[in-house]
């Protein structure tokens, strides 16, 4: 008798609880995983045939939706053509027109590109480029970085050493990781209009800081505007510009980590253009391939890239540096978005999140709920309990994965209307059936 698929569903996922690890995860703990056989548009198919609204575009990176044919034809097209070469001596015309593109999206003066493999790589890139641009100065006594508390910078030694040091887990590795200068996360939010007052505030760490260590730091490295995995919080962009403004009187590169926020998911292009800033340096990653493939880059002007090189080489070259495939990919999500129909579809979206989400505020286990762009974030009062509301959302037909008290959604762009209601109202019954966490 041959098996059902259920049956061999049931030994698969029993393979994979024994042997496979999960992000952030342990072994013989935490919630029930879910077995995908199939995405389209806005909705992944379970094994069991049940389909689910996506509100989180496989961590930010799907914003066209699943099986697009534009992203399809592309990778098609190169996979027969040139999956992969080697990027030492040899270069190929994705990484090129990617390149010319991505240099065109992007503010002046940014316009020299390091093709990564993934977002933690890019920021490990970029504080290279930071430190050997101040060797490239001779002063190689400006090997530090400061940061503002809250954030997320990825999970290889060098990103972590710049995540929160809480969430970052810092205590664990602490003989491992490099002791960067932290200032307080951003208290001003992003819809609440700062005075003078609040904004010297904030930014006085900072400039404490920088005026006793300021001579030996290389650069202050942030995520503009949206904090990520370390707290979803939106923060004004008054604030982004103070911080940027200290940083400059004290001559530090400023480093923007924009891998959760390019690409549109602000609302803007980058999230750098509410502040009307340009840093010296820009990480980028997660949505660079429309969610196809792993991609990342970390660009720079040529002021800074041609200061680096007088040192001598950047020594960073990944094995899968500017993948054709990843590339091709990557090329055509830009082609999409070079349409500009990602502008009506975030503010459809953002207006869609508001709606949905606002009746979320009156849960008496709801401490906030906040929305930008195709963002949105409702702030429990207490970590959720993942093994209940995990399953809870699947029952529900909705993607969602929270973590700590934090329910989020962050929708592929093309989510129409009604599924946006649909995705809304389950984060609003789950919440409301679940209770005020104990
Ligand atoms: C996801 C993320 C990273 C890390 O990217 P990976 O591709 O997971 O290595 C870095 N910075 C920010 C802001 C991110 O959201």
Redesign the pocket.
């Known amino acids: 008798m041959t098996p059902s698929n259920a049956q061999i569903w049931h030994e698969r996922l029993a393979f994979d609880r024994d042997h496979i690890w999960h992000p952030y995860t342990a072994f013989g703990q935490g919630p029930p995983i879910f077995p995908v056989v199939a995405a389209d548009g806005v909705r992944l198919t379970l094994a069991d045939g049940r389909t689910l609204i996506d509100g989180m575009a496989s961590?930010?990176s799907v914003i066209h939706g699943y099986n697009h044919p534009a992203l399809k034809a592309a990778m098609q097209a190169q996979l027969d053509r040139l999956p992969h070469v080697m990027f030492g001596g040899l270069t190929h015309e994705p990484a090129i027109e990617l390149a010319r593109t991505l240099v065109g999206l992007l503010p002046d003066p940014l316009e020299r590109v390091f093709f990564a493999d993934?977002?933690?790589?890019s920021?490990e890139v970029a504080v290279k480029m930071a430190i050997q641009y101040w060797l490239g100065r001779d002063q190689p006594h400006r090997q530090k970085l400061v940061t503002i508390r809250r954030g997320?910078?990825?999970?290889t030694f060098g990103?972590m050493a710049v995540c929160d040091p809480e969430t970052g887990m810092h205590g664990w590795f602490n003989q491992h990781l490099t002791a960067h200068h932290f200032v307080p996360a951003p208290t001003i939010p992003f819809h609440h209009q700062p005075d003078e007052r609040q904004l010297e505030q904030a930014v006085a760490p900072l400039r404490e800081l920088l005026a006793e260590h300021g001579h030996h730091l290389a650069a202050l490295i942030l995520?503009p505007i949206v904090q990520?995995?370390g707290g979803m919080r939106f923060y004004h962009p008054a604030l982004l510009q103070r911080m940027h403004q200290v940083a400059r009187e004290h001559e530090l590169l400023v480093i923007y980590?924009e891998?959760?926020t390019g690409f549109g998911r602000t609302g803007k292009l980058f999230a750098m253009e509410h502040a009307g800033l340009v840093p010296d340096i820009v990480?980028l990653?997660?949505a660079l391939t429309g969610g196809t493939m792993?991609l990342?880059a970390t660009v720079t002007s040529a002021h800074i890239a041609d200061t680096i090189s007088q040192k001598g080489p950047l020594m960073h070259g990944p094995t899968f540096m500017a993948n054709p495939l990843a590339c091709s990919s990557a090329l055509a999500s830009l082609r999409l978005l070079q349409t500009g129909a990602w502008q009506k579809q975030l503010a459809r979206l953002e207006a869609g999140l508001e709606r949905g989400l606002a009746p979320c505020r009156k849960l008496a286990g709801v401490a906030e709920v906040r929305v930008l762009g195709a963002i949105g974030v409702v702030e429990c009062v207490a970590p959720v309990d993942m093994n209940r509301i995990q399953a809870a959302f699947v029952a529900a037909g909705v993607w969602v994965r929270p973590f700590g008290k934090l329910v989020y959604v962050m929708p592929p762009y093309v989510m129409d209307d009604a599924d946006v209601a649909q995705l809304t109202a389950a984060i609003y019954t789950v919440l409301e059936d679940q209770g005020p966490t104990p």
């Open positions: 961590w930010w993934s977002g933690s790589v920021v997320y910078h990825g999970d990103a995520e990520g995995a980590d891998i959760a990480c990653g997660k792993t990342a």
